[in-house]
C-alpha cells in the first residue's frame, strides 16, 4: 500500500470516529500518523541523485511574492498589468506552463512577483506539478490567492487545505510551544496556563508515535493538537496571505461588498482595472518593508536608493541596518544618528539595538582611529629610544 493511500485510509478512519473525550487520544495520534506520512511523500524518493525537476527562478528585489490559484482565474493577466511582463493568457486553463517572473517597482522598491502554473485538487499528492508550485510558494514573503469572484467559496478552502497538507501556515503565526530532544530524563511536560485542548497523556502518546522518549515539552499558549505536531515535526512554513478576488465586473454590488468585508481580502478587476492600487498598497502592508534613507557627515541625505529592511529577512534594528551595508561596519560604528518616526526628537542618538521604522534618516558616526597609550601626559610609552647610546646628546651649558 502507497503513501497516498494510507492517508486516504486513516483521513476516512478520523472520519468514522466520533469527537468526543474518550476518542481525543485516537484522534490525537490518527492526526500524528498523518502529518508523518505527509512529510515522508514531500521527501524525495530513495535512489534519487541530484535535484529534482522545478521552477528555477533567481531571487531579485526587495521581496517575492507568489501568485497561487486554480487556473482561468486571471493570475498571468494581473502579472502583465501590475509588472509589465507578457504573460500567455488565453480562455482556455493550463496557458501558464511554467514560472513566469515579474518585478513590480512601488515605492522606490523593487518587489518579484512570480505567476505560477493553476494548481488543482490534489496537487499537494502532486498532481498538476503541483508540488513544484508549493515549493516556490514556501520560498515567497508573500502568497496572493487569486479566487474568481463569481465562482463559490468552496475554492479558497480547497487551496487552503492543500497548501495546510505540504505545511504552509496561511496568516498564522508559530505556537508559543518550546520543544526540545534530550539524550535521558524521560519527558518533561509543564505550562504556564490551563490547557484546554492537550493533555499530558495525549502529549506522551503523540511523541511515543514519533519514537521520542526524551524531551522537554513547555507551552506558553493554549495550543491545540495540530499546533504541537507543526512544533514536533518543526518544517513548518508561516506566510502571509492575501485573498484577492478577481472577475468582480460579473457579480452584483452587493456580493462585492461581502467579499470585501472578508479579512485579508480585495477585490479587483483585471478587465477593467480596478482596484489595483489597493491591491499594491495591501501587498506593501503586509510585507512590512522598512526604507530607511543615508545621510554623510555635513551633507543632505540621499533620498534617491534607500536601502530597505524587513522583519521577515534579518530585521529592522541599527545592527540589521549596519550588516546590510558591510558586515565589518558594526564595529566601527561610535553612535548613530536617527531622523524619523522611531526618534523622539530630531536628531536621535541611538545605538545598535534601535529599531528603525519606514522613511527614516539615518547617520552613523565611526570611531575615530587614535594613537595607543593615551594623549600629552597620561602617555603609557615614551617616544624616546630605549637605549642611552642612542640618545641625542645635548650641548653643554654656558657658563
Known amino acids: 500500500m502507497g503513501i497516498i493511500e494510507r492517508i486516504k485510509e486513516i483521513e476516512a478512519e478520523m472520519a468514522r470516529t466520533q469527537k468526543n473525550k474518550a476518542t481525543e487520544y485516537h484522534l490525537g495520534q490518527l492526526k500524528a500518523k498523518i502529518a508523518k506520512l505527509r512529510t515522508q511523500l514531500l ?16 531571487k531579485f528585489g526587495h521581496g517575492r511574492v507568489a501568485l497561487i490559484g486554480f487556473p482561468s482565474v486571471g493570475k498571468s493577466t494581473l502579472l502583465t498589468l501590475l509588472t509589465g511582463t507578457h504573460s500567455e493568457a488565453a480562455s482556455y486553463e493550463f496557458t501558464t506552463l511554467t514560472c513566469i517572473p515579474g518585478i513590480i517597482h512601488y515605492n522606490d522598491t523593487k518587489i518579484q512577483l512570480l505567476d505560477l502554473p493553476g494548481i488543482i485538487e490534489g496537487a499537494s499528492e502532486g498532481k498538476g506539478r503541483g508540488r513544484q508550485v508549493i515549493a516556490v510558494s514556501k520560498s515567497s514573503d508573500l502568497v496572493l490567492m487569486v479566487l474568481d469572484a463569481s465562482k463559490s467559496e468552496g475554492h479558497r478552502q480547497i487551496l487552503t487545505k492543500e497548501l495546510e497538507a505540504v505545511g504552509l501556515r496561511l496568516n498564522k503565526r508559530p505556537p508559543q510551544i518550546y520543544f526540545k530532544k534530550k539524550k535521558t530524563g524521560g519527558i518533561s511536560f509543564n505550562s504556564t496556563l490551563p490547557l484546554t485542548h492537550v493533555n499530558e497523556k495525549l502529549c506522551y502518546q503523540i511523541l511515543h508515535e514519533y519514537k521520542i522518549h526524551n524531551a522537554e515539552v513547555l507551552f506558553r499558549e493554549d495550543a491545540t493538537v495540530d499546533d504541537l505536531i507543526d512544533v514536533i515535526e518543526g518544517n513548518r512554513k508561516y506566510i502571509k496571505c492575501v485573498y484577492v478576488y478577481n472577475k468582480i465586473d460579473v457579480i452584483g454590488i452587493d456580493d462585492v461588498d461581502k ?20 491591491l499594491l498598497s495591501k501587498m506593501w502592508e503586509e510585507m512590512g518593508l522598512v526604507r530607511v534613507y543615508t545621510k554623510p557627515q555635513g551633507q543632505q541625505p540621499d533620498f534617491t536608493d534607500p536601502v530597505v529592511l ?3 529577512r534579518g530585521g529592522c534594528t541599527v545592527e540589521d541596518f549596519c550588516n546590510h551595508i558591510h558586515r565589518s561596519l558594526v564595529k566601527d560604528v561610535k553612535y548613530v544618528l536617527a531622523w524619523g518616526t522611531s526618534a523622539r526628537h530630531f536628531p536621535q542618538h541611538c545605538g545598535l539595538g534601535h529599531v528603525l521604522q519606514d522613511e527614516d534618516v539615518v547617520q552613523i558616526v ?10 600629552g601626559r597620561f602617555k603609557s610609552h615614551s617616544t624616546a629610544p630605549a637605549r642611552i647610546s642612542d640618545r641625542e646628546k645635548k650641548a653643554p651649558l654656558k657658563t
Open 43 to 58: 521527501e524525495p524518493p530513495k535512489g534519487s541523485s541530484g535535484a529534482g525537476e522545478g521552477f528555477e527562478v533567481t
Open 310 to 312: 524587513s522583519a521577515d
Open 259 to 278: 467579499l470585501a468585508q472578508q479579512p485579508n481580502s480585495v477585490v479587483i478587476s483585471c478587465n477593467l482595472k480596478l482596484n489595483l492600487d489597493r
Open 366 to 375: 565611526k570611531k575615530k582611529e587614535t594613537d595607543e597609550g593615551g594623549r
